[in-house]
């Protein structure tokens, strides 16, 4: 249950009764009624109010049903219109009855009102009904017709009333004409008025007919035909000061349910990213001694990467860096300097293991950066945006002509086992690609393996826990990006190879047991 779904159940609670005990000693509601006919009469006398032409008098029958009386007309069994039952001590009553929402509201020009005088508007007012600020009419520059109102006055926005923008008001001023302030009789609680008025039932009811399509508004012959379910005075007042009690205790149930709500959805992904820690942590599997050591695995990936250099099959690093261990401390070899590197190294790793940089154990390049023409149909250019979950939405791929194609390729060709990875925008969403479609790419790093020594799907969950962090420090202001430089130069610990299949084999068993949780 959200915060909003408890204090609707709260508030319906309220005005059918079920919120506080009922008291036998309590004046009954049908006294109270009596006293509001009798406050009315007098208040006509004096000429403060106008009589009503048709009033509306309910009552309960000899059979315990609420009949209406409206003007002169013989009374009506209402049973079907009373929404809910309510107890004994209780009266249903028209809104119009018991309040002067229909009567005429004394009005002003802004630039004739004082200026110091209390000027609301609809802005001022939260969604749910809390007053957000006060402002003077002079400060707000208050332009047109404005309705005055007292305070203890209950306020109500008749516009968009699902926004249930009402309170009492703390004092008097000017306001909106969208905004109606109305009294109550027979020193009815407003507190009380303004709980039914934000009751769910009221709420659908009044939603229901408004009338407007952008702007939406309920008319006064609405909200004058409303059947309020009117407790006894004393009972008023209990509903209200429990009300006060508990409602507040709602909005921290709101956050805390909000923030319970987020946990529950970010929890598996959370703990995802901490099953992939470990694994790169060597903390997932158990090392084998007879694993051939990492050491040795780089050792053939360099010579293979030699062989490939010498065929013009890849370029030449410019950073080329040899990382090794001595006295257990860490050093990477840059060119003919030996650096002590225990600094920089991001976490500690098994003696088996070995740390790499990217461009020394893979070969990183990077799609175009340029905007190829485009054409109604041809080879799909794959954006970052067309990278999702793990895999190539293609239906969102614009078109390039053959002969762009061919030119992106040369130095940028997608083959199965290659891992995308986008470098501009939404940095990340690593792609392990094992299809035949023919693409090309912008925009993005193309991960392409140098040899065998390293396990492509092990790379592609490095490159999935490693995005978060390469976000943080990630460059430019409208864009960011990541460039290809610090992708190359970026640290990847290096299990033994067999290490790598036994991680990768333990990884697909535990993440789709998360998509359960």
Request: hydrophobic share 35%; with cysteine; glycine share 6%.
């Given at each position: 249950?959200?915060?909003q779904?408890?204090?609707?159940?709260?508030l319906?609670?309220?005005?059918?009764?079920?919120?506080?005990?009922?008291?036998?000693?309590?004046?009954?509601?049908?006294?109270?009624?009596?006293?509001?006919?009798?406050?009315?009469?007098?208040?006509?006398?004096?000429?403060?109010?106008?009589?009503?032409k048709?009033?509306?008098y309910?009552?309960?029958?000899?059979?315990?049903?609420?009949?209406?009386?409206?003007?002169?007309?013989?009374?009506?069994?209402?049973a079907?219109?009373?929404?809910?039952?309510?107890?004994?001590?209780?009266?249903?009553?028209?809104?119009?009855?018991?309040?002067?929402?229909?009567?005429?509201?004394?009005?002003?020009?802004?630039?004739?009102?004082?200026?110091?005088?209390?000027?609301?508007?609809?802005?001022?007012?939260?969604?749910?009904?809390?007053?957000?600020?006060?402002?003077?009419?002079g400060?707000?520059?208050?332009?047109?017709?404005?309705?005055?109102?007292?305070?203890?006055?209950?306020?109500?926005?008749?516009?968009?009333?699902?926004?249930?923008?009402?309170?009492?008001?703390?004092?008097?001023?000017?306001?909106?004409?969208?905004?109606?302030?109305?009294?109550?009789?027979?020193?009815?609680?407003?507190?009380?008025?303004?709980?039914?008025?934000?009751?769910?039932?009221?709420?659908?009811?009044?939603?229901?007919?408004t009338?407007g399509?952008?702007?939406?508004?309920?008319?006064?012959?609405?909200?004058t035909?409303?059947?309020?379910?009117?407790?006894?005075?004393?009972?008023?007042?209990?509903?209200?000061?429990?009300?006060?009690?508990?409602?507040?205790?709602?909005?921290?149930?709101?956050?805390?349910?909000?923030?319970?709500?987020?946990?529950?959805?970010?929890?598996?992904?959370l703990?995802?990213?901490?099953?992939?820690?470990?694994?790169?942590?060597?903390?997932?599997?158990?090392?084998?001694?007879?694993?051939?050591?990492?050491s040795?695995?780089?050792?053939?990936?360099r010579?293979?990467?030699?062989?490939?250099?010498?065929e013009?099959?890849?370029?030449?690093?410019?950073?080329?860096?040899?990382?090794?261990?001595?006295?257990?401390?860490?050093?990477?070899k840059?060119?003919?300097?030996?650096?002590?590197?225990?600094?920089?190294?991001?976490?500690?790793?098994?003696?088996t293991?070995?740390?790499?940089?990217m461009?020394?154990?893979?070969?990183?390049?990077?799609?175009?950066?340029?905007?190829p023409?485009?054409?109604?149909?041809?080879?799909?250019?794959?954006?970052?945006?067309?990278?999702?979950?793990?895999e190539?939405?293609?239906?969102?791929?614009?078109?390039?002509?053959?002969?762009?194609?061919?030119?992106?390729?040369?130095?940028?060709?997608?083959?199965?086992?290659d891992?995308?990875?986008a470098?501009?925008?939404?940095?990340?969403?690593?792609?392990?690609?094992?299809?035949?479609?023919?693409?090309?790419?912008?925009?993005?790093?193309?991960?392409?393996?140098?040899?065998?020594?390293?396990?492509?799907e092990?790379?592609?969950?490095f490159?999935?826990?490693?995005?978060d962090?390469?976000?943080?420090?990630?460059s430019g202001?409208?864009?960011s990006?990541?460039s290809?430089?610090?992708?190359?130069?970026?640290?990847?610990?290096?299990?033994?190879?067999?290490?790598?299949?036994?991680?990768?084999?333990?990884?697909?068993?535990?993440?789709?047991?998360?998509?359960?949780?």
């Open positions: 249950m959200t915060g779904q408890l204090k609707n159940s709260i319906q609670m309220a005005v059918q009764g079920k919120l506080v005990p009922q008291d036998p000693n309590d004046e009954p509601a049908s006294v109270l009624l009596e006293r509001i006919r009798k406050e009315k009469e007098q208040l006509i006398k004096e000429g403060k109010i106008k009589k009503e048709n009033p509306s309910i009552f309960r029958g000899a059979d315990n049903l609420p009949y209406e009386k409206v003007g002169k007309n013989e009374p009506v069994c209402i079907d219109e009373v929404p809910f039952d309510i107890p004994d001590s209780w009266e249903w009553a028209r809104l119009g009855m018991i309040s002067t929402y229909s009567h005429t509201k004394q009005k002003i020009n802004a630039k004739n009102a004082d200026p110091q005088m209390w000027g609301l508007d609809l802005e001022d007012i939260e969604k749910g009904g809390r007053l957000l600020e006060r402002k003077t009419v400060e707000r520059k208050a332009v047109g017709d404005k309705t005055f109102f007292d305070s203890g006055d209950i306020l109500y926005s008749k516009l968009r009333p699902y926004l249930l923008k009402i309170l009492v008001a703390p004092d008097c001023g000017i306001c909106t004409p969208e905004i109606v302030p109305f009294k109550v009789f027979g020193k009815i609680n407003p507190e009380y008025i303004v709980a039914f008025l934000k009751s769910p039932y009221l709420d659908v009811v009044i939603n229901s007919v009338y399509v952008k702007m939406p508004r309920v008319g006064t012959e609405t909200m035909g409303l059947l309020v379910p009117l407790p006894p005075l004393s009972e008023q007042k209990r509903i209200v000061e429990k009300l006060s009690e508990v409602i507040p205790l709602t909005n921290s149930y709101a956050k805390v349910y909000v923030r319970a709500a987020e946990l529950n959805q970010e929890f598996p992904e703990l995802k990213k901490s099953i992939l820690q470990e694994a790169v942590q060597g903390k997932l599997v158990p090392q084998d001694p007879a694993d051939e050591p990492a040795v695995l780089l050792e053939h990936i010579a293979e990467k030699a062989k490939l250099l010498k013009g099959k890849i370029k030449k690093d410019k950073h080329e860096s040899v990382i090794f261990r001595r006295d257990n401390s860490h050093y990477e840059r060119g003919s300097d030996e650096v002590c590197i225990d600094d920089e190294i991001p976490f500690e790793i098994p003696e293991w070995c740390w790499a940089k461009g020394s154990c893979l070969d990183v390049r990077d799609g175009t950066h340029d905007t023409k485009y054409v109604p149909e041809g080879i799909p250019l794959v954006t970052s945006k067309n990278l999702c979950n793990g190539i939405d293609f239906s969102t791929a614009k078109f390039i002509s053959k002969e762009a194609h061919l030119a992106i390729s040369q130095r940028s060709k997608v083959d199965a086992g891992i995308m990875y470098m501009i925008g939404s940095i990340g969403n690593p792609v392990l690609y094992n299809g035949n479609v023919e693409f090309s790419i912008k925009n993005m790093a193309l991960f392409k393996k140098i040899s065998n020594g390293l396990d492509m092990y790379v592609y969950w490159l999935y826990l490693s995005q962090t390469m976000k943080k420090f990630a202001g409208v864009q990006f990541v290809l430089s610090y992708l190359r130069s970026y640290w990847i610990p290096v299990p033994p190879i067999q290490e790598q299949h036994r991680i990768v084999t333990a990884i697909n068993q535990v993440l789709p047991k998360l998509d359960t949780l």
